[in-house]
C-alpha cells in the first residue's frame, strides 16, 4: 500500500527522486485533501476565477461530502492567483 502511495506522490510531482517532498508536495501538504485533490487546486492557476470557485464547489461538496460550506471555505484560501490576475 504505501508502494502505491509513493508512485503516486512520484506521478503528481510531489516526490524528488530521493523522496522527500518536492516543493510542490510541501504545497500540496498544507492543503486540507487528499494529495490528488490538493495537486488539482495547484494547478487551478490556469482557470479563471469563475471556474476556480466552480472548482472548489465540486471538490468540497461533490466529492467530499461537505455540505456547511467549512471545507470550501478552508480550501479557498490555498487556490493559487487566477490567470491574468497575479498580485
Same mark, same amino acid.
Given at each position: 500500500r504505501?508502494?502505491k502511495?509513493?508512485?503516486?506522490?512520484?506521478?503528481?510531482?510531489?516526490?524528488?527522486?530521493?523522496g522527500?517532498?518536492?516543493?510542490?508536495?510541501?504545497?500540496?501538504? $498544507?492543503?486540507?485533501?487528499?494529495? !490528488?485533490l490538493?495537486? #488539482?487546486? =495547484?494547478?487551478?492557476?490556469?482557470?479563471? @476565477?469563475?471556474?476556480q470557485r466552480?472548482?472548489?464547489?465540486?471538490?468540497?461538496?461533490?466529492?467530499?461530502?461537505? $455540505?456547511?460550506?467549512?471545507l470550501? !471555505?478552508?480550501?479557498? #484560501?490555498? =487556490?493559487?492567483?487566477?490567470?491574468?490576475k @497575479?498580485?
Amino acid at each position: 500500500r504505501w508502494r502505491k502511495a509513493e508512485e503516486l506522490a512520484h506521478l503528481l510531482g510531489l516526490l524528488e527522486e530521493s523522496g522527500r517532498l518536492s516543493p510542490l508536495g510541501e504545497q500540496v501538504q $498544507r492543503i486540507p485533501l487528499d494529495a !490528488r485533490l490538493g495537486r #488539482s487546486l =495547484l494547478a487551478a492557476h490556469a482557470l479563471s @476565477e469563475n471556474e476556480q470557485r466552480n472548482l472548489i464547489h465540486f471538490i468540497a461538496q461533490e466529492i467530499e461530502g461537505d $455540505r456547511s460550506g467549512n471545507l470550501q !471555505r478552508r480550501i479557498s #484560501s490555498h =487556490l493559487p492567483s487566477p490567470r491574468g490576475k @497575479e498580485s
